[in-house]
């Protein structure tokens, strides 16, 4: 066991010595798990402590140092990692302490001493801060509770100022021990609607990443308060209002980092104030006072907070509380028909806000038993509505919680179609002469007709069901509905150009019925939105497709539609959009299985004359003259459960089909595209992220990453093209990203520190083995760049490794791109550092040859990188210079220094030449020779 732990020790020390800080870590917690000695168990906590300070995880070091400081008081490597640990955690007067206890172990410290100066004035400038800061927070207050003030706009420039102190944690905690919850919830009932937002978002910043802070502010404030501040009539209230929930929730769960001195300690268990926070919302859901758009607040709330973030946490508890507490209660909303003089307050989003969470509710789901247990809690409710005197509209409420889980949990809502007396209840709706009865019966009818498998009348009798509902409705709102439907049926085929479901020209006139509604202002948003969805699966049909874009006021009408406040339609416009744009996903046919199912008598799909390339072309042109970009970035901001993953998906196909041609990138970033691509490339689903991704990719290749991303979002960029560079995709998807990098590296060193930190470089040097010649030059073009950043020289610099060799055997090859990338490397890399420039000469002995023929190079880029690598290897010392010196490469040099001609490109040639013959001169290894004619040359 003993040498077990011994070799695991060896192996850690090895791994870190080679910056390999996750295996050395691992490594010694390997030995920690199998040590028993006190002495050994010291040092591997300290050494681990190491690995977490170089991999950022300040609390883990912090952790381990002070365990080894627990068998010796005076290590004085731990009691330094440690204060190095609390530095960075912003615990200065901790690390302070410890600093000094290394200085008086050891005075002549040089590397603790220097940090406690430095420890020492960053005290000092806190305290003068925290000096300055309280007397502002002073001062704002003063203001604010002075009622004889009457100076409107002096109140709320004092408001706004105590905001803006709030964002430093030095203000937000005086401004917290000075009694400011109660001052700020003062402000947040007057009559000053400047005053109530800046109170609400100081409030929000007051819990920002600081447990005992949110802890205190929900309990000084109160549920009911915060709940209420949902149901403000001003949008941007109801949203600071939410906001404080929301940054709430992620300082009590540790989903925010926690600042210094955070108080986690003084909230132990906050799993009773979120438990009271959840059954505060689901109060809200069935309250009937609570209106509409506070109702989407807290379904949002529980929408982004209950379901597990990631299914690699086992722990599914509170969803489970959730469904067994409040799955009525959001059934409730389901069941919900506007209409009805007992309904709750909606808006156009609740019903599809509360399918979006009982879908994530039931996908967080982990076995059968518990799936089984949210389908019983459903049949539950639908047959006790169903039971109901029938003039409580029980039937009605039913079909209309049912909708609402067939456009959620799919599975559940088909379960409940075979309940007994669903369907009849559904077909008897549909014939009632009162419109309400029938829209809602078509609605569900359309939405079973999907993939019904249990429902055999629907598919069965679905298309002539659907006719007799249109030709006998009165109103245009059940008509368009019926012919949704219709839509939907005769869709079944999908882009399949010879499985059309309905006779020549029925698609096309169905199409066209659907853009009149859509143009038809006088309709409301609801049945426009139906129109709509009308188009999403009509669009699967090419003729349908280019009638569409041919159609300017029916685009714009579309797009305009989806801007407003109803966010339900933004599933069906990104599908209509995706399919004119030919970007859902296609399944490629190898011609061999094609011949194979000719001659076995298989079904062949066969694409539409429309659907061919310069068609799809010509139908991204005209989205884009319509606006399609912007519409798009308005989609993209929009802070709505109804947008979800499946949808931000489609957006992202649709935006990497519009940058599929160069000359639409320009287009793209000039409306907002660049940045709007950034969230869906963080977010989503993985082929969401990995479709916007690429777009990004394409972007960064052709425009300038400083322009397409402003400001900081440049930086945000490398974090989604780390992801798209794997193996598992495609070669396309690899080259682009490549290419990409190697313009992001060559814009700035602070990028350059960003690929380096995202750890791209070791999948950037893997590439530069690929056997794909365009991928392999694009990595090595890539690499040229990085190399001007400091952190990738040490790589080349670090013995071990063939990295240099790699650049040197490079520059020799035939490609003439690799070529000129590999040379431009080694130019840079023997510029700056002069150790590699005898290094080179040591990883191969072709090196000489290699330098050779780059001066000889037919490419002049080629040539000029390879007389810099000479006159680097020069510059370096007069060893090199002699060894270059008897070479064969003075008569090179003499040949290009006298080269005739005044071209600009020859004459980069000749003065690289000159300036590498001048160095030989001045070392005296050669000298200058004078002609009859009076010219001189070297000897």
């Known amino acids: ?145 002075d009622n004889s003030l009457r100076d409107k706009e002096k109140k709320e420039k004092a408001a706004q100022n105590l905001l803006v102190l709030s964002r430093d944690e030095a203000g937000a905690e005086r401004i917290f021990q000075c009694d400011g919850v ?140 959730l469904i067994d507490l409040g799955l009525k209660n959001i059934l409730q909303v389901l069941g919900t028909v506007p209409e009805l003089c007992d309904a709750l307050p909606l808006t156009d989003n609740t019903r599809m806000t509360a399918s979006v969470l009982a879908s994530k509710l039931y996908d967080d789901l982990r076995c059968d038993s518990e799936r089984e247990n949210f389908s019983t809690i459903c049949e539950e409710y639908i047959a006790n509505l169903q039971n109901l005197p029938a003039n409580t509209s029980g039937n009605l409420r039913a079909i209309q919680a049912i909708s609402g889980l067939l456009q959620g949990p799919f599975d559940v809502g088909n379960r409940l179609l075979t309940l007994n007396g669903v369907m009849q209840n559904m077909i008897t709706l549909s014939a009632s002469e009162k419109e309400l009865e029938q829209i809602v019966a078509v609605e569900a009818l359309i939405l079973a007709a999907a993939k019904a498998s249990h429902a055999n009348f629907i598919t069965t009798n679905g298309v002539s069901l659907l006719k007799d509902i249109y030709k006998g409705a009165r109103s245009e709102a059940v008509m368009i509905r019926a012919l949704v439907g219709l839509c939907k049926l005769g869709s079944a085929g999908g882009t399949d150009y010879s499985m059309r479901q309905f006779a020549e020209g029925s698609t096309g006139k169905l199409a066209k019925q659907c853009r009149k509604w859509l143009c038809n202002t006088a309709l409301d948003s609801r049945t426009r939105r139906w129109a709509v969805e009308g188009l999403a699966y009509l669009t699967l049909d090419a003729d349908v497709k280019e009638d569409l874009v041919q159609d300017g006021p029916v685009l714009h009408a579309m797009l305009d539609l989806s801007q407003t406040s109803d966010k339900t339609v933004l599933y069906a416009v990104v599908s209509t959009l995706v399919n004119c744009t030919n970007s859902y996903e296609q399944k490629e046919h190898l011609p061999e299985m094609v011949e194979l199912a000719k001659c076995t008598k298989q079904h062949i ?117 780390v992801a798209l560079l794997d193996p598992e995709k495609s070669a396309l998807q690899n080259f682009e990203t490549l290419m990409a990098f190697t313009n992001l590296a060559s814009i700035s060193d602070g990028l350059r520190k960003k690929i380096v930190k995202e750890k791209a470089v070791p999948a950037i040097e893997n590439y530069m083995f690929e056997e794909h010649q365009q991928i392999r030059q694009a990595a090595t073009e890539c690499m040229c760049n990085l190399v001007l950043n400091s952190q990738v020289q040490e790589l080349y610099v670090a013995d071990g490794n063939d990295r240099l060799k790699l650049l040197v055997l490079y520059s020799g090859e035939e490609d003439e791109a690799l070529a000129r990338a590999a040379s431009g490397a080694l130019a840079m890399l023997t510029a700056s550092r002069v150790e590699l420039c005898t290094k080179m000469t040591t990883v191969t002995t072709q090196w000489l040859d290699i330098v050779q023929r780059l001066a000889l190079h037919p490419n002049t880029d080629v040539q000029v990188r390879g007389l810099a690598i000479v006159l680097n290897l020069m510059n370096a010392s007069k060893e090199l210079a002699e060894c270059l010196v008897a070479s064969n490469l003075v008569e090179i040099l003499s040949h290009l220094a006298h080269l005739d001609g005044c071209d600009v490109e020859r004459k980069r040639v000749t003065d690289a030449a000159q300036a590498c013959l001048s160095k030989a001169m001045d070392y005296g290894f050669i000298k200058p020779y004078s002609y009859k004619d009076g010219s001189t040359s070297q000897d």
Not at 620 to 641: F, H, R
């Open 1 to 145: 066991m003993e040498c077990e732990v011994l070799h695991l020790k060896e192996e850690g020390n090895t791994q870190f010595k080679c910056g390999e800080y996750e295996k050395a870590k691992v490594c010694y917690s390997k030995a920690i798990k199998q040590s028993t000695e006190q002495k050994e168990l010291a040092v591997l906590h300290r050494n681990r402590a190491a690995c977490y300070l170089k991999l950022e995880k300040y609390e883990q070091a912090v952790a381990d140092a002070t365990k080894a400081l627990e068998q010796d008081e005076a290590d004085v490597k731990a009691l330094f990692r440690r204060c190095q640990g609390l530095e960075r955690l912003g615990q200065l007067d901790q690390a302070f302490c410890d600093a000094q206890r290394c200085t008086t172990i050891e005075p002549k410290n040089r590397a603790a001493l220097e940090t406690l100066h430095k420890l020492s004035t960053q005290i000092q400038e806190k305290m003068r801060l925290q000096g300055t800061t309280d007397a502002k927070v002073q001062q704002m207050f003063d203001i604010l509770l």
């Open 182 to 321: 109660q001052l700020l919830m003062h402000l947040a009932v007057s009559d000053d609607p400047q005053l109530v937002l800046a109170a609400l978002r100081t409030l929000s910043l007051l819990c920002t990443a600081h447990r005992a802070r949110a802890s205190a502010v929900l309990h000084m404030v109160g549920l009911d308060t915060l709940c209420q501040m949902l149901s403000k009539a001003d949008e941007q209230l109801a949203l600071a209002g939410s906001n404080i929930l929301q940054v709430a929730w992620d300082s009590l769960t540790g989903q925010q980092p926690e600042n210094k001195d955070s108080g986690a300690a003084l909230v132990p268990d906050s799993s009773q104030v979120l438990q009271e926070l959840v059954d505060s919302l689901l109060n809200m859901l069935v309250n009937g006072e609570v209106s509409g758009p506070a109702r989407d607040g807290a379904l949002h709330l529980l929408t982004r907070n209950v379901p597990r973030k990631s299914f690699a946490n086992p722990n599914n508890s509170a969803t489970l509380k």
């Open 605 to 721: 799909p066969e694409e539409h004359p429309k659907d061919k390339k310069e068609f799809v072309v010509s139908r991204v042109k005209k989205l884009l003259q319509a606006g399609v970009v912007s519409a798009l970035v308005c989609m993209v901001k929009s802070d709505s459960a109804v947008l979800t993953d499946a949808c931000k998906e489609l957006m992202s196909r649709i935006f990497l089909a519009l940058v599929e041609d160069v000359c639409n990138r320009g287009a793209v970033v000039a409306e907002g595209g660049g940045k709007a691509l950034i969230p869906l490339a963080l977010g989503g689903t993985d082929t969401g992220r990995t479709k916007a991704a690429q777009a990004l990719a394409k972007i960064s290749i052709t425009a300038d990453p400083r322009i397409a991303f402003p400001g900081e979002r440049v930086y945000e960029v490398v974090r989604p093209l």
